[in-house]
């Protein structure tokens, strides 16, 4: 597709439900990158692949959290038992690979809107 | 205390104005440097990368001290439609994650 594509766009669930979701990068873009941001914050890094290796995960707040992206292109970001303290925006970014790392454009998804009531 | 930290804001400033935004790391490891904008309830996009040397586009300077590491950004002739939040941002070496600091909100007033 022509940019990273998040879905679903908003997710309700209610306390103790495990949840999936989804980003699809930009085609072609090696670097995968998971944020959450709340309201008048900035993003905070969960983590984040090279190709299908996760190569961090120390954003990661506890173990209910994980992600995948299993072929290297699409990856999952899941939450099980939920809790209300995990609302919140998760945004998905990709970048393309580049041999020096230097001022690689990071671009974002539209970011699913978690709320767990 | 946070990778980045950034003025807290918010700026108000009328239309025409010069607004600068400072922004600093602490990582001294950090190699590559950003300012994102983003609109509200958007996703952010990139505004400018930082070059040692400094760099200007159109309105937009930025500017980089790695001895202080520090990042600053200057709007000159504000106009209504820069009314947003910067997010002033870094990176380590190769494939690293982008850190993001919290951002300063601007509103530019008629």
């Known amino acids: 597709g022509a940019g990273v594509s998040q879905s679903p766009r908003y997710k309700v669930t209610k306390r103790g439900q495990d949840v999936a979701l989804r980003c699809d990068p930009i085609s072609g873009h090696v670097s995968l990158y998971w944020y959450r941001q709340a309201l008048g914050q900035g993003p905070e890094f969960l983590t984040y692949?090279?190709?299908?290796?996760?190569?961090?995960k120390s954003g990661l707040p506890n173990d209910r959290f994980s992600a995948e992206r299993p072929e290297g292109s699409i990856s999952t970001l899941t939450i099980q038992r939920t809790e209300q303290r995990d609302s919140a925006m998760y945004r998905c970014?990709?970048?393309?690979?580049?041999?020096?790392?230097?001022?690689?454009?990071?671009?974002f998804g539209q970011g699913t809107r978690l709320t767990v009531v | 205390r946070k990778e980045v930290e950034q003025d807290p804001g918010p700026f108000n400033v009328p239309e025409g104005a010069t607004v600068a935004f400072n922004c600093t790391y602490s990582?001294?490891?950090?190699?590559?440097f950003f300012w994102y904008r983003q609109d509200c309830r958007k996703e952010p996009k990139l505004l400018m990368s930082v070059y040692s040397s400094g760099n200007e586009d159109g309105r937009f300077t930025a500017q980089l001290n790695r001895a202080s590491q520090y990042i600053s950004l200057l709007i000159r002739d504000s106009k209504l439609s820069d009314s947003a939040t910067y997010l002033c941002?870094?990176?380590?070496?190769?494939?690293?994650?982008?850190?993001f600091g919290p951002g300063t909100r601007l509103s530019v007033l008629p």
């Open positions: 692949f090279n190709y299908e290796a996760q190569q961090d």
């Open positions: 990582n001294s490891a950090s190699q590559s």
């Open positions: 941002v870094t990176r380590g070496y190769y494939g690293q994650n982008f850190v």
């Open positions: 970014a990709s970048s393309l690979s580049d041999r020096t790392g230097l001022n690689t454009e990071a671009f």
